[in-house]
């Protein structure tokens, strides 16, 4: 048994080597586009869906009124998901400035809310190129031009642009800064090989066309999440090559992490949850992989504990996992200019292997809390 389980270790860390050797090269491989003066044509319609945002959405309402764009070519829509505070009404005080509030319906009961609020908006808008994002993030001023310079530029369907969290108040804020910056370098390192593997809703663009042309979010519209990944590879199968991950800190939007650990528990589980839904099996795979790395830690972490041979394979491994997770993360952490928070790759570490593990098992669950409701 000895034996067998330290294959099984030895096997997975090498393949979870290989995995983010893979994932280095393919962020690589994402050039840095050049910013290129130019008269744009395209009509972009920002689509919000809000639920309870009283407290930030205005700030996120005045970055997109201030940016340099021709303001005639955008067209702001932000739809209230049944709001039980003032979300509405300050969405409603900036109709003056072109700011469109569509409500759902009451006494509709759906689980993909949030699919439904995006994609009533879509119904509504006159844009070509919608842009997507959440109602409690920032931008600066230069993200709508360069998003669409990215596209006009290169005949782009759809783009995924990076996200980042900001204004940490603690040490585990941080901490899920540098995790949350690990996979939306994954979804970069994945475009860059032509693979669409993930991406984040909230800097989210795509052709209306190409979205009614996949079907919108027919057949993926039972999961509460997944308005971004499934209908991306639902994309990524009708246009291969066709999806550019935007590499310029211009586009970057910013958000905030959970302030504490049932919100962060909550969170993963519904990312967690869209894993169902995977029909790539290349996806799967990795995905698979990944956590049958960080269980065989766990698991020889465990087992360390009365065997000294298990203990010094699990040191070992780790300190493998460690040196590979700290290649990877490097340049990431360069382009988002957070380099200081790869001190934290230590502390993270042990704290990833069990939640990866335990969120692995979790998202099987399909029910979870989101925005004041029990979903799937």
């Known amino acids: 048994m000895t034996a067998l389980i330290s294959i099984i270790s030895l096997f997975s860390i090498g393949l979870y080597v290989l995995l983010l050797i893979y994932l280095r090269i393919g962020w690589a491989k994402v050039t840095i586009p050049p910013v290129i003066a130019q008269t744009f044509s395209t009509k972009v319609t920002v689509l919000i869906a809000a639920r309870n945002e009283e407290e930030k959405i205005h700030l996120t309402i005045e970055d997109i009124l201030a940016q340099d764009y021709p303001k005639h070519l955008v067209e702001v829509i932000i739809v209230d998901d049944h709001s039980t505070d003032n979300t509405a009404a300050i969405i409603s005080s900036y109709a003056a400035q072109g700011v469109k509030l569509l409500q759902l319906k009451l006494g509709e009961t759906l689980n993909s809310y949030k699919k439904k609020a995006i994609a009533e908006a879509i119904k509504l808008s006159t844009g070509d190129l919608m842009v997507a994002t959440d109602a409690d993030c920032r931008m600066g001023n230069q993200w709508l031009r360069t998003i669409v310079g990215f596209y006009e530029q290169h005949d782009l369907v759809m783009i995924s642009s990076p996200v980042t969290y900001f204004q940490e108040q603690s040490v585990f804020e941080r901490m899920q800064t540098l995790d949350f910056s690990s996979l939306i370098g994954m979804g970069g390192a994945f475009l860059g090989h032509g693979f669409a ?31 971004d990944e499934l209908l991306l590879h639902k994309v990524g199968e009708r246009y291969p090559g066709k ?11 910013y958000t905030h992490a959970k302030p504490n650990l049932k919100e962060f528990i909550q969170q993963r589980r519904r990312w967690a949850s869209k894993s169902t839904k995977y029909k790539n099996k290349k996806m799967v795979a990795f995905a698979l992989s990944i956590w049958l790395c960080n269980f065989m830690l766990l698991l020889t972490a465990v087992l360390g504990i009365f065997d000294i041979c298990f203990l010094k394979l699990f040191l070992l491994t780790i300190g493998i996992k460690y040196a590979i997770d700290l290649l990877y993360m490097t340049p990431i952490m360069n382009f988002l200019k957070r380099r200081e928070l790869l001190l934290y790759v230590s502390f993270v570490l042990p704290l990833n292997i069990l939640y990866f593990v335990i969120i692995g098992f979790l998202g099987k669950n399909k029910k979870y809390a989101w925005k004041g409701r029990i979903v799937k």
Not at 200 to 221: L, P, Q, S, W
Not at 243 to 253: N, T
Request: hydrophobic fraction near 40%; proline fraction near 0%.
């Open 243 to 253: 999806i550019g991950f935007l590499k310029r800190r211009e586009a970057i939007v």
């Open 197 to 227: 593997a993930t991406c984040n809703g909230a800097n989210f663009a795509y052709r209306k066309d190409v979205f009614y042309e996949v079907g919108g979010f027919t057949g993926i519209d039972d999961l509460a999440s997944g308005d």
